[in-house]
């Protein structure tokens, strides 16, 4: 599980007049999925890491390895659209099970 805050979409609320924008903000799962590899890694990690995870986390995600949960939601297409606010919580989870060595 992991918790990712959700920035504020000050162009939007700029270019619409629409305070609602300031309350939850669209974002794609494939943004959210940037932002959570981000927040796993933590501030001190390589960028070329970053871009190494990234790559191979959408790769996965488009390849059908692990589901995404995103606060109660299931998602399995990256350019689905979902409305955050404040903080959102991903949960990945494999498709199929892991069998533990016996």
Same mark, same amino acid.
């Given at each position: 599980?992991?918790r990712? $805050?959700?920035p504020? !979409?000050?162009?939007?609320?700029?270019?619409?007049?629409?305070?609602?924008? %300031?309350?939850a903000? @669209?974002?794609?799962?494939?943004? #959210?999925?940037? #932002? %959570?590899?981000?927040? +796993?890694l933590? @501030? $001190?990690? @390589? &960028?070329d &890491?970053?871009?190494?995870?990234?790559?191979?986390?959408?790769?996965?995600?488009?390849?059908?390895?692990?589901?995404? =949960?995103?606060?109660?939601?299931?998602?399995? $297409?990256? !350019? =689905?659209?979902?409305?955050? %606010?404040?903080? %959102?919580?991903?949960?990945?989870?494999?498709?199929r099970?892991?069998? +533990? @060595? +016996?």
């Amino acid at each position: 599980m992991i918790r990712v $805050r959700i920035p504020i !979409d000050v162009g939007a609320i700029a270019t619409t007049g629409c305070s609602a924008f %300031a309350l939850a903000t @669209p974002l794609r799962i494939e943004t #959210l999925i940037g #932002l %959570a590899v981000d927040e +796993s890694l933590g @501030p $001190r990690a @390589p &960028k070329d &890491k970053r871009e190494r995870t990234l790559r191979a986390t959408l790769a996965g995600f488009r390849a059908g390895t692990f589901l995404l =949960d995103i606060d109660g939601r299931f998602f399995d $297409r990256l !350019d =689905d659209t979902v409305m955050c %606010a404040g903080t %959102a919580t991903l949960r990945f989870f494999l498709r199929r099970g892991v069998r +533990s @060595p +016996s």
